[in-house]
């Protein structure tokens, strides 16, 4: 199995950072890594697959970036609703895995 | 709207059964493989089971093959997970999901149901 491993498992930022988070999985992977965020108490959501396309309705300030072994998610001006865990995973292989999360908090 | 629903999820104990339903609306569901994905309570998301649009092919994590079982009902728009056995390491909140871009089930999960709660424990 791929392992996924996220960087850092916290931060608390102030609104307007930019804020980075990375994730690097155990093998190449081309371009297959997504990215969920999940609100507490609500089930995870998708923000952005195949690496850099945001899916639709999520916000210009998320984007992403990499490739192979090392990826980026970025929001470029932090906001109060940006709170919540965000999740990255791999789409190269069965099973699909994710990596341990990132937990966003507002300072 | 696309939307997926689970249901069945309650206290159980070990060594018992449970069943869980994920009803699909909004779109076909046998267009798509579908996941079950589980997340113990603090925990992240593990990826548990998987079938295929047809229903002919299913895929298990190691941690519970043996013991729950996947299948479909694509008539009802409906997937379940059978689970049998259950531990006190079972005890997540279950997600069904649906797997987009690429027609061998590799791929992003959305839509995500609300999640159903099992809690294992005497």
């Known amino acids: 199995d791929i392992q996924m491993t996220q960087s850092p498992s916290s931060l608390s930022a102030s609104v307007g950072d930019r804020v980075t988070i990375t994730c690097r999985p155990s093998q190449n992977i081309s371009n297959y890594l997504n990215w969920y965020q999940q609100k507490p108490g609500r089930a995870p959501k998708l923000l952005i697959y195949?690496?850099?396309t945001l899916q639709s309705g999520v916000p210009s300030s998320f984007s992403g970036s990499g490739s192979g072994t090392d990826f980026t998610l970025t929001i470029s001006s932090l906001q109060p609703e940006d709170s919540a865990t965000y999740y990255c995973?791999?789409?190269?292989?069965?099973?699909?895995?994710f990596g341990g999360g990132t937990k966003v908090e507002i300072k | 709207e696309v939307q997926l629903v689970e249901s069945g999820g309650g206290l159980v104990q070990p060594g018992g059964s449970v069943r869980l339903s994920c009803v699909a609306s909004g779109f076909s569901s046998s267009n798509y493989w579908m996941y079950w994905v589980r997340q113990a309570p603090g925990k992240g998301l593990v990826w548990v089971s998987r079938?295929?649009?047809?229903?002919?092919?299913?895929n298990y994590a190691g941690s519970v093959r043996g013991r729950f079982s996947i299948s479909r009902d694509n008539a009802k728009n409906t997937v379940y997970l059978q689970m049998n056995s259950l531990r006190v390491e079972d005890t997540a909140m279950y997600y069904c999901?649906?797997?987009?871009?690429?027609?061998?089930?590799?791929?992003?999960?959305?839509?995500w149901g609300q999640g159903t709660l099992v809690t294992v424990s005497s």
């Open positions: 195949g690496t850099s």
């Open positions: 999901a649906r797997a987009v871009g690429n027609a061998y089930g590799y791929g992003w999960l959305d839509p």
């Open positions: 079938i295929s649009s047809d229903g002919r092919s299913t």
């Open positions: 995973q791999q789409s190269y292989n069965v099973p699909l895995t």
